[in-house]
């Protein structure tokens, strides 16, 4: 709802405007919260098996880390010397400065594979986890890997 005021010389008058109505979204999905429209949490996940969950969601972990400017920072020796000193003086001129956007990737007509996707530890830390709940919860799931290296994975673990 906005607020209009009236026309030149009308005293006190204020007209509010009702905006154009908000389309009702059906189903799951949508942003935000409608009061008194809680899901059914049981009902909602009793399609999905808990294993096709939590690998959906630690997949989705370990793509957004790696697919962000931060984990390219990792991987910041592969870059040529000149790049890495420029990205230090920016980051110390936006500290400086109280900056704080982050410069954009610098790869003036270098090769770009030191900032194609990749593993940063974060997305390690998300395969290990990973395999470690898949473990605790069925000893199929990672039957693809040879006695030795199921023996070390629950060792470490």
Request: with cysteine; proline share 9%; aromatic share 4%.
């Amino acid at each position: 709802m906005s607020r209009a005021r009236g026309a030149v010389g009308a005293t006190g008058v204020t007209a509010y405007v009702e905006g154009p109505g908000v389309p009702e979204v059906s189903g799951p999905g949508g942003s935000g919260h409608r009061p008194g429209s809680e899901p059914d949490t049981a009902a909602a996940s009793r399609g999905v098996p808990l294993c096709d969950r939590v690998e959906g969601l630690l997949l989705g972990l370990a793509a957004g880390d790696a697919a962000g400017w931060p984990a390219a920072r990792h991987r910041a020796a592969r870059m040529p010397e000149w790049t890495r000193r420029l990205t230090r003086e920016l980051d110390t001129f936006a500290e400086q400065n109280a900056t704080t956007t982050l410069p954009v990737p610098i790869a003036l007509n270098q090769p770009p594979e030191p900032l194609c996707l990749g593993p940063s530890d974060d997305a390690e830390w998300a395969a290990f986890a990973a395999e470690a709940l898949l473990r605790a919860g069925d000893d199929s799931v990672l039957g693809d890997l040879s006695r030795d290296r199921r023996m070390r994975a629950a060792i470490d673990l």
